[in-house]
Nanobody
Framework: QVQLVESGGGLVQAGGSLRLSCAAS????????RAWFRQSPGKAREFIAS????????HYADVVKGPFTISKDNVQNTVFLKMNSLKPEDAADYFC???????????????????WGQGTQVTVST
């Protein structure tokens, strides 16, 4: 069992930045690939970015390429999502997800992930 805890959400002005964190714990949690998804009210959960268990491979949704960066601290077993140039349309609940994969691959569908955190809310004001 893997536990994921997100933090770092909050209120930010348009054009500002936030860094979200996803701390993992539990058995063998450091061997899981991880991803960030987001969900706005009335919308489906949307893939944002993913990172391999080693942190060496990443994949981004086209909509966030450039302003968003996913990274991993292997010592802390924590994945980060740095979000720059935030827009009102980036406001959502952001979720961290994990899946075990022997070989890295780009998984962008929520049903491909086994574990989820509770989410952290990001609000962007104009």
């Amino acid at each position: 069992q893997v536990q994921l805890v997100e933090s770092g959400g909050g209120l930010v002005q348009a054009g500002g930045s936030l860094r979200l964190s996803c701390a993992a714990s539990g058995r063998a949690s450091n061997v899981y690939d991880r991803a960030w998804f987001r969900q706005s009210p009335g919308k489906a959960r949307e893939f944002i970015a993913s990172i391999s268990r080693t942190g060496m491979n990443t994949h981004y949704a086209d909509v966030v390429k450039g302003p968003f960066t996913i990274s991993k601290d292997n010592v802390q077993n924590t994945v980060f999502l740095k979000m720059n140039s935030l827009k009102p349309e980036d406001a959502a609940d952001y979720f961290c997800a994990a899946r075990m994969e022997l070989l890295w691959s780009t998984r962008i569908h929520e049903d491909e992930y086994d574990y989820w955190g509770q989410g952290t809310q990001v609000t962007v004001s104009t």
